[in-house]
């Protein structure tokens, strides 16, 4: 029996944040000196721990300690590569203990899943049960409740269902349903005083647990359909036709590109290995 080590997957994860960082290098601009620093140190060592202790040090050292305040941009790049690092280590480590299982049941599949599927299901469980014991901790202002009622009924609806097929369909709905209160906290942003504040603190918060939520639920679900698609070009075979995050990533990819002539050297280091 022959089952793929994490390894052979590994190099999914180095693409993700490489083009992460393009992508965000090249929204926010060349001079944002945080972005330079920590887009060098990435494409130096594509060490995903070391990376993902700099990026906190580095926030640290260029934004805490020298502004009064800190730049919410670099905030918000720093929850959305925080959120990503933290799901490829779960990723990593719940796939290892996966195979792990499948081995010592000498098997090449459990309850009719592969050992990449098994690993995102457990993984889909530990992250949504984190989300609400995280949000149970926040205060959460009345006029976010109808989407957050929606987000809590998606995912309690993701345990009460024995079908994984179906599950993995809830936790694209999921998936929007995060990114909906991303949006709705913005217009409600945008909307109070003409202004680029939020009202609250709490809301602050909630903002700021939304970004780093709902990025990690979106990369659980993208680095699902990578190794798929890794899959389906070594055996030549067609195991989901539509991979609706990955399109939504060339697409974002291309039109970054085109705005972003200036740093083209930043793109091709995303090429490299």
């Known amino acids: 029996m022959s089952l793929k080590e994490w ?14 960082v393009y992508m965000l290098f090249s929204t ?15 494409f130096e060592s594509k060490d995903i721990e070391e990376f993902r202790d700099q990026i906190e040090e580095k926030f640290e050292e260029i934004e805490v300690k020298v502004k009064p305040q800190v730049d919410r941009d670099n905030l918000s790049c720093l929850l959305r590569m925080m959120a ?17 299982t499948f081995l010592n049941s000498n098997k090449e599949k459990i309850n ?14 530990f ?5 609400i014991e995280d949000l149970e901790e926040i205060n959460l202002p009345k006029k976010y409740s109808t989407v957050i009622e929606d987000i809590k009924k998606s995912i309690s ?39 680029t504040e939020f009202g ?8 700021n647990f939304a970004i780093y939520q709902s990025t990690k639920m979106h990369f659980l679900i993208l680095l699902r359909e990578y190794i798929i698609l890794e899959e389906e070009k070594s055996n030549n075979i067609i195991l989901q036709k539509s991979k609706p995050l990955i399109n939504e990533e ?24």
């Open 7 to 20: 390894e052979y997957y590994s190099f999914i994860q180095k693409d993700l944040i490489s083009k992460e």
């Open 28 to 42: 926010f601009g060349e001079d944002n000196k945080y972005l330079q620093t920590i887009q060098k140190q990435w």
């Open 84 to 100: 990503i690092c933290d799901t490829f280590f779960e990723y990593e480590y719940l796939y290892e203990a996966s195979r792990e």
């Open 112 to 125: 009719s899943l592969n050992v990449y599927d098994y690993a995102f299901d457990d993984n889909l469980t």
């Open 127 to 131: 992250s949504l049960r984190s989300f």
């Open 157 to 195: 609806r993701v345990s009460e269902l024995g079908d994984y097929n179906l599950r993995v369909k809830e936790a694209y709905k999921i998936n929007d349903l995060m990114s909906d209160l991303l949006d709705v906290l913005e217009d409600f942003e945008d909307f109070e005083d003409n202004s």
């Open 200 to 207: 609250t603190i709490d809301e602050v918060i909630l903002y």
């Open 250 to 273: 060339e697409l974002r990819l291309s039109e970054t590109k085109v705005l972003s002539d200036k740093i083209n050297e930043i793109y091709y280091k995303t090429l490299k290995n």
